[in-house]
Structure formats: structure tokens, C-alpha cells
């Protein structure tokens, strides 16, 4: 972690089993390749068998949001049609 956090500070990581994921920002992106020839000359010295890049598409950032707006408790949307009080036609 601390090798990815030398070259890209505001990383953040999550562990998913035996992987740890790294989210790197795109402002960075000017540091990946150096951080990337890094990864590669100390792979073994960070016990590191493999390693990929993943762009996060449109497509998953909806699905996201589509899973966060399913937990949001439902608005009420019940309207009643009736003046708000005698008289009135508001």
C-alpha cells in the first residue's frame, strides 16, 4: 500500500478476498506510469503476483446510483386535490 500511496496520496483501498483494490483518482493520472514502473520493479519485493488497471464506466456509476436510490426511503407522493382552507382556490 504504502508503494501505491508514494506516487498517488489520495488513493484509497478496500480489500475483496485475497485482492486489495485500489481506487485511483483521474487528476493523478499523470503519476500512474511512473507509479506502474514501480509496481513492476518491485513486484516481488511487495509479494505482488499480478496487478490490472480498470476504468470505471458510465454504465457502473449509474448501476451505483440506481442501488443507493433502492435504499433511499420512498418520498410521499400522496397529493390530496383540495383547497387549504374555506374559500380559498390555492
Request: aromatic share 8%; with cysteine; glycine share 6%.
Amino acid at each position: 500500500m504504502q508503494a501505491i500511496h508514494e506516487h498517488v496520496p489520495e488513493s484509497d483501498f478496500r480489500q475483496d478476498g485475497a485482492e486489495l483494490v485500489f481506487t485511483l483518482p483521474t487528476a493523478a493520472s499523470s503519476k500512474f506510469s511512473q507509479l506502474f514502473a514501480s509496481l513492476d520493479a518491485a513486484k516481488e519485493s511487495l509479494h505482488v503476483k499480478n496487478y490490472g488497471v480498470k476504468m470505471t464506466s458510465l454504465e457502473e456509476v449509474s448501476g451505483g446510483l440506481t442501488s443507493l436510490y433502492a435504499t433511499l426511503p420512498a418520498a410521499d407522493t400522496h397529493f390530496q386535490s383540495r383547497p387549504c382552507c374555506d374559500g380559498c382556490s390555492c
